[in-house]
Nanobody
């Protein structure tokens, strides 16, 4: 199976930087992993896609609201995916989740293609 564990959240001010980590631990019989996605859920809102990366690290995709501010990357040696968040805004406040994409369809944003969700890490950006 696969276990995803997020870390790195915290309370920051607008304009600050944070780096989130998603450690994907694989044990026993596990499905093929095609990528990792970051999602977030703000209070009272639906969970939404933020950024995704293929398992090779060769391709990435971002939602429009974070383009130019967030960067997703992967350290293959550590089986860890990072979300570098620059120029944070109060509207980025949410619980951030990562999950692995186990369906070989190149649609980063469809949450149905992901499994083994982490428990999330809180990011709070004050104005």
């Amino acid at each position: 199976q696969v276990q995803s564990v997020e870390s790195g959240g915290g309370l920051v001010q607008a304009g600050d930087t944070l780096r989130l980590s998603c450690k994907a631990s694989v044990s026993g019989r596990a499905p093929n992993i095609y990528g990792v996605g970051w999602f977030r859920q703000a209070p009272g809102k639906e969970r939404e896609f933020v950024a995704g990366i293929t398992w090779s690290g060769a391709n990435t995709h971002y939602t429009d609201s974070v383009k130019g501010r967030f960067t997703i990357s992967r350290d293959s040696a550590k089986n860890t995916v990072y979300l570098h968040m620059n120029s944070l805004k109060p509207e980025d406040t949410a619980v951030y989740y990562c999950a692995v994409r186990i369906i070989p369809i190149a649609n980063y944003e469809d949450q149905r293609l992901y499994a083994y969700w982490g428990r999330g890490t809180q990011v709070t950006v004050s104005s």
